[in-house]
């Protein structure tokens, strides 16, 4: 079990990586251009999501790791705007792209959109299991409230994305979600009670995606591996908070959405 030490210890370099975030870069305000082919086409690629999408902790995230991959498998010129933002959950995505018309005009206008989001909305739940003050006679009603509030903004993101963007004419991709816990929850014994919940949120995601022809990109079995046990931090994919991916894992992230090829567009 996570000692309250180490859950401070991750809070202080969530609260160092905002600071840097801050200074070093406008939130969500990323961008920039791959390719330089005047003969090619040019196609906008919007990134939405939270801390992964920005590529927190990382010197170079999955999301410019990505575009240059569309550029050099398509021979397109890909310009991105980077949009993901540290902390965000569900809830503030959805409310983004319903509500925010930066997002809302961006999203329209890409031929290419990613979108990460529900890390954070589990990561607390966790936490909060882990000090025992998950709530319930079995301290898991956060866990069980995190994903269904997950899975419903979640189905309303994917309504509100389909209302910007036609999968038939968008290269449309989103991820599931590692988790970085495996080593700490072993040890202390509460992996196989926390587990359960991440594979509901997955298999969710999977489903969702699926019936509406978007396609996934398998993070969670390039991290975690098929049942789900690999520790990705002995894997050395994850960064120094425990928590975020390293360069490497942003690699892995980018590599499982480079699989998933190019169509509609290519």
């Not at 801390?51 to 902790?57: D, M, N, P, V, Y």
């Not at 202390?188 to 995601?205: C, K, M």
């Not at 509406?212 to 079995?221: E, K, M, R, W």
């Amino acid at each position: 079990m996570f000692s309250n030490g180490l859950i401070a210890f991750r809070n202080k370099c969530w609260l160092l990586f905002w600071v840097l975030f801050l200074i070093l870069a406008p939130v969500g305000c990323g961008s920039g251009t791959t390719g330089n082919n005047s003969t090619a086409p040019t196609w906008q690629y919007a990134a939405v999501g939270d801390s992964l999408a920005a590529g927190a902790l990382a010197q170079q995230g999955y999301v410019p790791r990505y575009a240059t991959y569309v550029n050099t498998d398509t021979g397109s010129n890909v310009t991105t705007l980077n949009l993901g933002v540290p902390w965000w959950h569900s809830g503030d995505l959805l409310n983004a792209l319903q509500n925010d018309p930066i997002v809302r005009n961006q999203v329209s206008g890409a031929e290419i959109v990613t979108w990460d989001i529900g890390g954070n909305d589990l990561a607390n739940a966790h936490d909060s299991f882990v000090q025992k003050t998950c709530g319930g006679v079995d301290n898991q009603d956060c866990l069980r409230t995190a994903v269904t509030t997950f899975q419903t903004n979640w189905d309303a993101i994917i309504v509100e994305l389909l209302k910007l963007r036609v999968p038939s004419q968008t290269i449309l991709r989103t991820v599931d979600i590692y988790n970085p816990y495996v080593a700490a929850d072993t040890t202390s014994g509460i992996f196989t009670t926390i587990e359960p919940y991440l594979d509901q949120v997955n298999s969710h995601i999977q489903t969702t995606a699926q019936t509406n022809g978007i396609p996934v990109a398998a993070v969670h079995l390039a991290f975690n591996g098929p049942a789900g046990t690999v520790d990705p931090i002995a894997a050395a994919l994850i960064a120094s908070d425990n928590f975020h991916p390293n360069d490497a894992g942003h690699k892995v992230i980018a590599d499982q959405l480079r699989m998933l090829l190019y169509k509609p567009l290519h």
